[in-house]
């Protein structure tokens, strides 16, 4: 069964940090560029950031510095640390994966909110 879950959203104060997971399973997970994308209510869904297997990663101008992806093929996840949120980080992230084929988790939703 191919099936991308995400965990880890929920509500932080501006400043507060949150670690999404994602795991992988029915797939070959080192195949995969795994990346997290957002989507905000009224906008269209962006990239945040992306993984290769062997550790490359590349991010979105507006998060640079303050996330960071990794991911620890053993255990097919993809991870995304999230530090110093602010409320345009409001969204549901989702988890992604990429090789011949793209798969979506289904969401999770993070909100930024004092």
């Known amino acids: 069964q191919v099936q991308l879950v995400e965990s880890g959203g929920g509500l932080v104060q501006p400043g507060g940090s949150l670690r999404l997971s994602c795991v992988a399973s029915g797939i070959i997970f080192r195949a995969y560029v795994m990346g997290w994308y957002r989507q905000a209510p009224g906008k269209q869904r962006e990239l945040v950031a992306n993984i290769t297997s062997g550790g490359s990663t590349n991010y979105a101008d507006s998060v640079k510095g303050r996330f960071t992806i990794s991911r620890v093929n053993v255990k097919n996840t993809v991870y995304l640390q999230m530090n110093s949120l602010k409320p345009e980080d409001t969204a549901v992230y989702y988890c992604?994966?990429?090789?011949?084929?793209?798969?979506w988790g289904q969401g999770t939703q993070v909100t930024v909110s004092s």
């Open positions: 992604n994966a990429r090789f011949t084929s793209t798969l």
